[in-house]
């Protein structure tokens, strides 16, 4: 709530609360004139993909849109019910510069998600998935590429993604869209509360695939 709100996280301060009469530890944070908080996530698009905030008229779709398939390879709530679909939604507003979800639309209907967060080292991490019916029609390439060209613009340290090494469709994806294979992170992420290895692909400014120009922006 507090980033949400455009605070910045300046460290912790030991000891510094007293909760019940006991001493704990305390994020501190601050805002200062002429803070405030992020932008609100735009809306982009190429050709027919279109990528925009998450409401929470998606819940149904993003239900129906999670399958199997989908669970396998990501860290999505296991059943993705509606309360699941909600918590993704609340979640999905930027926080900080370059972190948030989209709705990746395609002709009016919600055909997945990809969304970017970054981490304390100045680090944007991606995340993607499509609904099974719209798999193999190059939308969620589209979508990556503009989520990539909108990221970029906000300066990160890196780029990069983290693929299960099974995961054959979204390994190509990461190819194709120029995040090179760098190697394996063992047991490098956490899903659904276990740890498990993962592919990392990254690109950094200067490389060739690196974007110049994000997405073009949807005008009503």
Known sequence: MAERCGFLLEGTRRAGLV?????????????????????????LVDGPVLLRPLTRGDVPALVDGVDGEALRWTGLADPFDDAAAQLLVARGGPAVPATGSFAVVVRERLVGVASA????????????????????????????????????????????????????????????????????????????????????????????????????????
């Open 19 to 43: 909760q019940r009469g006991v001493r704990l530890d305390a994020w501190s944070g601050a805002l200062l004139p002429g803070d405030g908080p992020p932008a609100a996530l735009p809306v």
């Open 117 to 220: 967060r970054v981490d304390e080292r100045g680090v944007a991490v991606l995340g993607w998935w499509v609904a099974a019916t719209e798999r193999g029609r190059g939308h969620g390439t589209r979508a990556v590429r503009l989520l990539l060209g909108w990221v970029a613009q906000q300066e990160p340290v890196r780029i990069e993604a983290s693929v299960s090494p099974g995961n054959a469709a979204s390994t190509r994806l990461a190819e194709r869209v120029g995040l090179a294979a760098e190697g394996v992170r063992r047991q490098g992420v956490r899903q659904r509360g276990r740890p498990v290895d993962v592919v990392v692909h990254a690109m950094v400014p200067g490389d060739a695939a690196w974007p110049g120009i994000a997405g073009h922006r949807h005008r009503a």
